[in-house]
Nanobody
Framework: QVQLVESGGGLVQTGGSLRLSCAAS???????VMWFRQAPGKERESVAG????????QYADSVKGRFTISRDNPKNTVYLQMNSLKPEDTAVYYC?????WGQGTQVTVSS
């Protein structure tokens, strides 16, 4: 079964950190992988993306300098390290690859 599985979400205080993981099964991450998020009542937005080699990354302005996307191709896993978290980072975070989406992982940042 081809699927993406996110993990690592949770409840954290303002200023805290979390590391999200996106693992692929039945598929190889052979190209760009993206992280998105969707907060209650808001549209889904892109957060970060990474090329296959990891040499090219991009971030939303709202997370630049705080979030870092990386990948481990032998493990077929992409990570999102989130530091200095803010309440406005609260959302369900999804990874996506070539039209396939994971089920999401909840991140809640308390003030």
């Amino acid at each position: 079964q081809v699927q993406l599985v996110e993990s690592g979400g949770g409840l954290v205080q303002t200023g805290g950190s979390l590391r999200l993981s996106c693992a692929a099964s039945g598929r190889t991450f052979s190209s760009v992988v993206m992280w998105f998020r969707q907060a209650p009542g808001k549209e889904r937005e892109s957060v970060a993306g990474i090329s296959w080699s990891g040499g090219i990354t991009q971030y939303a302005d709202s997370v630049k300098g705080r979030f870092t996307i990386s990948r481990d191709n032998p493990k077929n896993t992409v990570y999102l390290q989130m530091n200095s978290l803010k309440p406005e980072d609260t959302a369900v975070y999804y990874c996506a690859h070539e039209g396939l989406w994971g089920q999401g992982t909840q991140v809640t940042v308390s003030s």
